[in-house]
């Protein structure tokens, strides 16, 4: 048996080419690999990246386009929230090596250098990537784009709610309660009982007023869970006939959900126009969207709408003859079979999207700060979505570890086949051997036939034999 400490030994200090064990690739990631050379990527990405480069004798070496933008698909495929993570997951991994094409002997980049490479990349130009993954699923016949839906959820900033500073002249909330404690009458006020004042008092958090100085883009929310957070809003359209990502963008999170339909939409739009003639023509979203305008609107621009209407009682239509119209339109498409159906589809394709990019894509809670920055990821983190469904086409699996449970499942149903098949061949093997002594002892001259091989139990003792090895093993 070998102990540890027989393998505590003093290591070479130089090691021959010959003798550094080739460690094998992994499955996934040599299949996405596949599919980006098969596309050309990195001369696409550096096509498109080369105004950002200068040749210089100075500085920290940077990394070329294939290799960022990959470190930011394995932060969704790895379920890597922060660069930091990502940095240390590809220098601690082989087969993220050889993904990435870095040798044993080069070193991968640090957090510093994919950070400051994404500061440099124009928002642009991570769209740009976007769309040219989206022209891959329609060369595959992945994205329709006839019917989308649109939805939104929040994201926890990387910023604390206590830090928060009035927007007019800079001052603390700490500062503020202070002042508010002085007027009534409260000279040394202790941190107890401004918290006492502070919880008597109503609409405390008003964005107009308060700001983060860490993040200004993040609004005061209340998250999904029922908490109070900085936050911002994440809204995906989604293609209903296959569960792509059409577009991403992000808005305050104390925007309505109606305000930013159009910004979306138009995202949308312009991606599918570069698929389809025709553009999207039906939009599915839940009752938060629901509005006379948007109706109205969504109308003028040729788009059929289901969108459930909220409980609002009874309406006047006064001078809102054309909203009437739209409004029961819209009601009427949505109470069909269609429009029922197209629901069922949307909560489970959008909800999807959801929990793949910031559930096991770690994204709930970002770590950048500026809405630019957080959309960078986010478009990234949509790519790889996307991507994921090519390889699920291929492989059966769109994530590295859906595809080692899926190699588990395919053991577990072997094991119990193997050991039938195992206990099968030794009955056979059993029933020739005795075949073969029956054969030589009567071929011998005076021998007499067993009784016990004339009779029905000589044939039918293997079979009943194997019934019985079958049902212990399970098969």
């Known amino acids: 048996m070998g102990t540890r400490k027989k393998r505590e ?20 990631y040599e299949r996405l690999n596949g599919v980006l050379e098969e596309h050309k990527f990195d001369q696409k990405v550096e096509a498109l990246c080369r105004k950002f480069y200068k040749r210089s004798p100075y500085g920290r070496p940077s990394i070329t386009p294939g290799v960022y933008f990959r470190c930011l698909l394995i932060g969704y495929f790895e379920g890597l929230d922060s660069e930091r993570g990502i940095a240390w997951r590809v220098a601690d991994s082989l087969s993220l090596r ?16 994919i950070s400051r490479t994404r500061r440099l990349y124009w928002l642009e130009t991570h769209k740009a990537v976007f769309r040219w993954v989206l022209r891959i699923l329609a060369g595959a016949g992945l994205i329709n784009g006839r019917t989308i839906s649109i939805d939104a959820t929040t994201l926890e900033a990387n910023a604390a709610l206590k830090s928060i500073v ?35 008092r109503k609409k405390k958090g008003s964005n107009q007023e308060w700001q983060s100085p860490a993040d200004p883009d993040a609004r005061i929310t209340k998250m999904k869970d ?35 339909l159009h910004k979306t939409l138009a995202e949308a739009q312009s991606a599918v126009s570069e698929i389809r003639e025709n553009g999207v023509q039906e939009v599915v979203a839940d009752k938060g969207y629901h509005s006379a305008a948007v109706l109205k609107d969504l109308h003028a621009e040729g788009v059929r709408t289901y969108i459930p209407e909220p409980d609002r009682g009874p309406r006047h239509w006064n001078g809102k003859t054309t909203e009437q119209q739209r409004t029961y339109e819209n009601r009427r498409r949505v109470r069909g079979k269609r429009g029922k159906r197209l629901q069922k589809i949307r ?42 469904l090519i390889l699920r086409k291929a492989l059966g699996a769109g994530k590295p570890r859906q595809l080692q449970g899926l190699c588990s499942e395919l053991l ?14 030794k009955i056979l093997a059993r029933f020739h051997e005795r075949s073969t002594d ?34 212990a093993t399970g098969c």
């Open 166 to 200: 009035r927007r007019e002249n800079g001052q603390s909330y700490n500062d503020y309660l202070k002042e508010l404690a002085k007027a009534a009458g409260l000279e040394n006020p202790t941190q107890e009982q401004l918290a006492r004042l502070d919880r008597r």
């Open 98 to 113: 050889k993904f990435l094409g870095y040798a044993l002997d080069e070193e991968t980049p640090d957090h510093s250098t």
């Open 347 to 388: 909560s489970e394709l959008t909800e999807r999207s959801f929990a793949h990019l910031y559930e096991t894509g770690a994204m709930r809670r970002v770590y950048l700060r500026g809405r630019d920055n957080i959309l960078k990821r986010l478009l990234l983190q949509g790519a790889a979505f996307n991507l994921s």
């Open 412 to 425: 577990s149903f072997c094991a119990p086949v193997l050991a039938c098949l195992t206990v099968a061949l």
């Open 438 to 471: 029956i054969a030589m002892t009567s071929s011998l001259p005076g021998a007499n036939l067993p009784a016990a091989a004339s009779g029905p139990n000589f044939l039918s003792s293997p079979c009943h034999q194997l019934k019985t090895a079958t049902t």
């Open 226 to 260: 029922g908490r109070t957070h900085l936050a911002h809003k994440a809204e995906h359209a989604v293609d209903l006939s296959s569960g792509a990502l059409l577009a991403i963008t992000l808005q305050a999170a104390s925007e309505g959900d109606t305000s930013p």
């Open 9 to 28: 030994r003093q290591q070479a200090f130089w090691i021959a080419n010959h003798a550094v064990v080739d460690p094998p690739g992994h499955a996934f």
